[in-house]
């Protein structure tokens, strides 16, 4: 059974910074590309970032560009968003997935990802 567990979702103020982490289990892990998105309330579910299985590169949503850093661990089956200067428009629940196919398609609206997690809350006040 796969599983996907974030965690490290919190509230936190404008300005601060959050650690994500998704935990895999019951998959290949370091064969699949790594993708964190999130939904904020009344919106869309939207790409954050991407990183590819041997971490040889990574993409981010222009949104936060500069402020996010995706990295993983492949020996211990964790992926990381590391999210500094946060603002409160990234108030949102944020999801890791994984998925085989190419890091660009996870740019596309309601991408088909193969696995996805259950998300963590990241709240931002101002």
């Known amino acids: 059974q796969v599983q996907l567990v974030e965690s490290g979702g919190g509230l936190v103020q404008a300005g601060g910074s959050l650690r994500l982490s998704c935990a895999a289990s019951?998959?290949?892990?370091?064969?699949?590309?790594i993708g964190w998105f999130r939904q904020a309330p009344g919106k869309e579910r939207e790409f954050v970032a991407g990183?590819?299985?041997?971490?040889?590169?990574?993409i981010y949503a222009d949104s936060v560009k500069g402020r996010c850093t995706i990295s993983r661990n492949n020996a211990e089956n964790t992926a990381y968003l590391q999210m500094n200067s946060l603002k409160p428009e990234d108030t949102a629940v944020y999801y890791c997935a994984a998925d085989l196919s190419s890091l660009g398609s996870m740019r596309a609206p309601n991408p088909s990802m193969d696995y996805w997690g259950k998300g963590t809350l990241v709240t931002v006040s101002s």
């Open positions: 019951g998959l290949s892990f370091s064969r699949y590309n």
């Open positions: 990183i590819t299985w041997i971490s040889s590169t990574t």
